[in-house]
């Protein structure tokens, strides 16, 4: 049976990796302290379907999104940010911010166009950089912003930035994101801005692109309300860039997912304004539970990558004999503690490990950083288990 060179060669999401193991061993009837996941468990309301137009929610809806979703998340951008969008002919909705990531370089890259990435870079953006035929290239986490377009080669066509960044918590200020459209839009870049963590910043620093590039000449701005609203299985990212742009982004959904659910877009519509008053308190007391957390961590001898928002702390394992996939791998066997491996974000942040705040009580967190340290330090490690125990899942072992 024959598979596309292009398909084999990607590797699995090793997020997704790790956290489907953690399913396994939960159908066991095992506990695992869950620090792998990215999103945050939040206690949403629920207004039901009763008042609902059922019938209408069981059919397609338009491929640009309900046009009531549209106003309502151009509202919310104008009203926080001061960012004004058209919601008929600058705004998208889809399946997910996922797909739009993927749509939207598929709509600006030809074959062997270099996209640039900041590390800790979200793991999926690489792989959809060869899958729309382009060459990811890599700015190490330590660079300074006024050094990234050094960078620059005559075949880099997008600049992806995630802000706040996954997995670190990294907020970019209103200068560094001023300083690299400049430089960038200058020489013919874009810049895709992926804001999925925006609500999750406590000090007000987040400045939308949206906002400061109110033309949206070179730019992409993708965001999701599963993240921000804590409706991960929902499913529902939309993108802001130029009409022209997005036309053609619009023609790629068409034919890859038609329209996201009717029925969601419906409720998210109706409720839009509630959910935002329930949610956006639970957003800032998780990134203030992230940093009182990172505290713990530090006081405990660990280090951490510089953040302030999100819900994930990107913890260092030190001297750590073995790579950060081993040590998730032991991790999650041995004391049945899932993290995501540093390696999974880039070449630069291989010494590292992503924490979720988002799922655990903070005591369950606390318990699992006194072994991450324990383990660490110790140089703590079985690959028998490790094999072992994949063989009694049933699972191969990830290749990087």
């Known amino acids: 049976m024959q598979i596309s060179d292009r398909v084999k060669e990607i590797p699995e999401a090793l997020s997704i990796y790790i956290n489907n193991i953690v399913y ?24 039901g ?12 809806s338009e491929s640009r999104g309900l046009p009531e979703l549209r106003e309502k998340i151009a509202g919310y951008y104008k009203e926080r940010y001061g960012a004004a969008v058209d919601a008929d002919k600058e705004l998208l909705i889809s399946a997910g911010s996922k797909p739009l990531i993927f749509m939207a370089l598929q709509a600006v890259l030809n074959s062997g166009d270099e996209v640039l990435l900041h590390e800790p870079a979200w793991l999926s953006y690489s792989t959809q950089i060869k899958l729309a035929g382009g060459e990811p290239r890599y700015i190490p986490c330590g660079c300074p912003v006024e050094r990234f377009a050094d960078y620059i080669g005559e075949k880099t066509r997008v600049l992806i930035l995630n802000n706040p960044n996954n997995p670190a918590g990294r907020v970019y200020t209103r200068q560094e ?13 874009y810049l895709l801005v992926d804001e999925a963590y925006s609500d999750f910043v406590q000090d007000g620093s987040f400045a939308s692109m949206a906002q400061l590039v109110p033309d949206r000449d070179g730019l992409i701005v993708v965001n999701s309300l599963s993240k921000n ?3 991960s299985g929902w499913r529902v990212g939309y993108v802001i860039a130029q009409p022209e742009l997005i036309f053609h982004i619009l023609k790629l959904n068409q034919h890859l997912i038609t329209c996201a659910p009717t029925l969601l877009l419906i409720y998210l519509a109706e409720h839009f304004d509630e959910m935002l008053e329930a949610t956006l308190p639970q957003a800032r ?20 990558m510089g953040g302030s928002a999100t819900f994930y702390l990107f913890v260092s394992i030190g001297s750590y004999r073995y790579s950060s996939l ?17 390696s999974a974000y880039g070449e630069s942040t291989e010494r590292y490990v992503r924490l979720s705040v988002g799922t655990e009580p903070d005591e369950e967190i606390c318990r699992a950083i006194d072994i991450i340290h324990d383990v660490s330090a110790s140089q703590e490690f079985d ?8 063989a009694k899942y049933g699972l191969e072992r990830f290749c990087e």
């Open 383 to 390: 690959g028998a288990l490790i094999e072992e125990s994949l």
């Open 229 to 231: 609203l804590g409706i």
């Open 285 to 304: 007391a998780v990134t203030d539970r992230r940093c009182g957390i990172e505290r713990y961590a530090r006081s405990k001898g660990l280090a951490t």
């Open 49 to 60: 379907f009763d008042d609902l137009d059922i019938r209408k929610g069981c059919h397609y």
């Open 326 to 342: 081993d040590f998730a791998m032991y991790l999650l066997f041995r004391y049945h503690i899932s993290v995501v491996p540093g």
């Open 24 to 47: 396994q061993i939960q159908r066991k009837g095992e506990d695992v302290t869950v620090l792998s996941l990215g999103e945050a468990y939040f206690d949403i309301p629920y207004f």
């Open 177 to 189: 994101l001023s300083l690299l459209y400049q430089e960038f839009r200058s020489r013919g870049v």
